[in-house]
């Protein structure tokens, strides 16, 4: 399903996209979750939404332990920078390294649609890290990540056609319009 305005194109992924966000923003503001919260779930919807349903769970999957193992590495780097005294060197160092070990791991692991997640996880926590309470921001942001892609499967669940909820109404529908038709034979 699409409609075309001249060169422009408003497609299901779009459409899906856009509920996702505001769905998203929804339960941020009841939840009384902030806007970073909705901005990392927001990146995280955007990311994982996908044209199929399949591709979206591969997508969420790999979003899910690129999610993990960027707030692992970013608590970790801050770790290590805490330790040393915020020395700005040890910066410039800690961060393109945990990027490299972060993008080896997950192309090792063959969760490529993940990487820019990953490393965007592993970034904007490291980078705006409070220096009070590390681990529980980094734990809050990953749990941000995992909503928004929770978010952006169930709207592929709902809107997709190779979902299963899609498969099993349609075998049902399917398989009552044979049972009826056998019925009209006898």
Same mark, same amino acid.
């Given at each position: 399903?699409?409609?075309?305005? @001249?060169?422009?194109?408003?497609?299901? %992924? &779009?459409?899906?996209? +856009? #509920?996702?966000?505001?769905?998203?923003?929804?339960?941020?503001?009841? *939840?009384?979750?902030?806007?970073?919260?909705?901005?990392?779930? @927001? #990146? /995280? !919807?955007?990311?994982?939404?996908?044209?199929?349903?399949?591709? &979206?769970? $591969? !997508?969420? $999957?790999?979003?899910?332990?690129? /999610?993990?193992? @960027?707030?692992?590495?970013?608590?970790?780097?801050?770790?290590?920078?805490?330790?040393?005294?915020?020395?700005?060197?040890? %910066?410039?160092?800690?961060?393109?390294? *945990? +990027?490299?070990?972060?993008?080896?791991?997950?192309?090792? *692991? =063959?969760?490529?649609?993940?990487?820019?997640?990953?490393?965007? &996880?592993?970034? #904007?926590? !490291?980078?705006?890290?409070? =220096?009070?309470?590390?681990?529980?921001?980094?734990?809050? %942001?990953?749990?941000?990540?995992?909503?928004?892609?929770?978010? !952006?499967?169930?709207?592929? /669940?709902? *809107?997709?056609?190779?979902?299963?909820?899609?498969? %099993?109404?349609?075998? =049902?529908?399917?398989?009552?319009? $044979?049972?009826?038709?056998?019925? =009209?034979?006898?």
């Amino acid at each position: 399903m699409s409609f075309q305005f @001249g060169r422009f194109r408003l497609g299901l %992924r &779009t459409i899906k996209t +856009v #509920i996702a966000i505001f769905i998203i923003l929804l339960f941020t503001h009841l *939840f009384h979750r902030g806007q970073s919260a909705a901005m990392i779930a @927001g #990146i /995280s !919807a955007i990311i994982a939404v996908r044209d199929s349903y399949t591709a &979206t769970l $591969k !997508a969420a $999957k790999a979003r899910f332990i690129g /999610s993990a193992l @960027g707030g692992t590495l970013a608590v970790i780097y801050f770790f290590l920078y805490t330790m040393a005294n915020y020395n700005f060197s040890v %910066r410039i160092i800690l961060i393109p390294l *945990f +990027v490299l070990v972060n993008i080896v791991i997950m192309d090792g *692991f =063959e969760l490529h649609p993940g990487l820019v997640g990953a490393n965007a &996880t592993l970034l #904007i926590i !490291a980078l705006t890290i409070p =220096e009070t309470d590390y681990i529980g921001y980094a734990l809050n %942001r990953v749990l941000d990540t995992f909503f928004g892609v929770a978010v !952006a499967t169930i709207m592929n /669940s709902v *809107f997709i056609h190779d979902a299963p909820i899609k498969r %099993r109404k349609l075998r =049902e529908l399917i398989s009552y319009k $044979k049972n009826k038709g056998q019925d =009209e034979d006898k």
